[in-house]
DNA sequence: GTCTATAAGTAGATAGAC
DNA sequence: GTCTATCTACTTATAGAC
């Protein structure tokens, strides 16, 4: 069947989030008309609403799209029973997962606080199972006695905020690629964790 | 003198900027309009326009003034000859200044794009100066054999990561106070470096 | 599926009375 | 110094033609 000219569903839908994806990560969720994210994509404003109900569900489904990539790849990822080669699996495996897709990173960190409060528990849970899986990796090496940590919580937290640093100054094509970040930020991580 | 009726220049002024912090830091700089802004202050929208040009000036003093307080008070800290003591200091420093305004620190952080270009480059100037303490104090290090880093730059925004990525969970009166929080990620730090 | 047109509301900023 | 009123532009979202 011959589809109706100007009909672009299938193309359009993927091109509508990438649009967004990419304005809000350069100025914010607010500051990102739909008018702008209309004109990025090259069709009129109301065109959009054949995609998202709402501009708020556009934001969701990205920022629940990225946690659920990363959860999903982090499930393949093998899981050795040494705790140190864990931990280095986690790391390398954080740094190159976010190194590869910036502008979704940067949108779910920093806009949280413009999900409504159902979206955004939703988003946190998310994120809470992601921590889990590098508390679990801590607790085994402190029970193995190979770690030494004051408190797996926050180390925990204090080794994914340094890893997801790296989203802020790295750029492609620069002095390091991601394989030599990688070993730099596990050579601090072991380091920092270390009995 | 007595004033004229309805004029607070000396106290609205104050409650204008703290305002403004407390709003950008809850929902955004792009998300608080002006009317929010003199709504938390109760005054009229038209009335702020006595204390900022305009709307962009307020985020810009906002931030400029939260640099300038950082690099004042890092400018009056003891500077000892040890590299590691050095290190200690700047790490308690960093946790303690942050954990006291984090307001401030949210919105110094996130509302970087929201600056116009010129404001920009004079905050990005400011937060590296700040960077080339900690920059420094490691160089030293290595250069006395006490630190092993592979790299000093992406070993000071490593830290600063670390270290900053404190304010999104600590909380007053919770379980720990701001000391021991100083200790757990001090030891961190030293161990992440250590030759 | 996309368009134009529009509804209904809000934005930043200014003018002039008091 | 603060108020009310207003200008101009822009916002999200919808209705209906094609």
Do not use: C
Request: proline share 4%; glycine share 8%.
């Amino acid at each position: 069947m011959a589809r109706t000219a100007g009909s672009h569903s299938d193309i359009t839908g993927p091109r509508v989030a990438q649009a967004a994806l990419r304005l809000f990560a350069r100025h914010g969720y607010a500051a990102v008309s739909m008018r702008q994210i209309a004109a990025e994509v090259g069709v009129q404003a109301g065109a959009l609403y054949n995609y998202t109900p709402d501009k708020q569900s556009l934001l969701f489904d990205l920022m629940r799209g990225h946690m659920d990539e990363l959860l999903a790849a982090r499930a393949t990822a093998p899981a050795p029973g040494d705790p140190v080669a864990s931990l280095e699996g986690f790391t390398r495996f954080h740094i190159r997962f976010h190194l590869e897709r910036p502008d979704a990173v940067f949108v779910s960190y920093m806009e949280l606080r413009n999900l409504t409060p159902d979206n955004f528990a939703t988003i946190e849970g998310l994120r809470r199972a992601y921590e889990d899986e590098l508390e679990g990796i801590l607790r085994a090496g402190v029970a193995a006695g190979v770690f030494a940590v004051a408190d797996t919580k926050i180390t925990t937290l204090a080794v994914i905020a340094m890893l997801t640093g790296v989203t802020t100054w790295y750029r492609t094509g620069g002095r390091l690629n991601v394989a030599q970040v990688e070993t730099i930020y596990w050579d601090m991580v072991r380091k920092a964790v270390a009995g």
